[in-house]
Nanobody
Framework: QVQLVESGGGLVQAGGSLRLACAAS????????MGWFRQAPGKERTFVAA????????YYADSVKGRFTISRDNAKNTVSLQMNSLKPEDTAVYYC????????????????WGQGTQVTVSS
């Protein structure tokens, strides 16, 4: 099992930026693809971005493509999500998770979820 702790959330105005971080411990971090998901109040948890083990392949939801960038540092056991040009509709709790199978857009492929970090974008 991998233990994940997200940080970096907060309140930001529309058009602003935030950088989320997810720190991992436990199993060998570099062996796993990683993903970010988000869940808005009253809605299902949805895919945001994913990154392969080496960081060479990245995947994004259409709603964040061009605004968000996922990255990882295997030496530091961290995966990050740089969020630019934020919109009120980006408001959600953001979670990182380990991809147990390489089906990046499928929430059922993920496990070992963190506790989440709240992102609130005001208009």
């Amino acid at each position: 099992q991998v233990q994940l702790v997200e940080s970096g959330g907060g309140l930001v105005q529309a058009g602003g930026s935030l950088r989320l971080a997810c720190a991992a411990s436990g199993r060998t971090f570099s062996n796993y693809a990683m993903g970010w998901f988000r869940q808005a109040p009253g809605k299902e948890r949805t895919f945001v971005a994913a990154i392969s083990t080496s960081g060479g392949n990245k995947y994004y939801a259409d709603s964040v493509k061009g605004r968000f960038t996922i990255s990882r540092d295997n030496a530091k056991n961290t995966v990050s999500l740089q969020m630019n040009s934020l919109k009120p509709e980006d408001t959600a709790v953001y979670y990182c998770a380990v991809a147990l199978v390489l089906d990046y857009f499928n929430i059922n492929a993920y496990a070992d979820w963190g506790q989440g970090t709240q992102v609130t974008v005001s208009s």
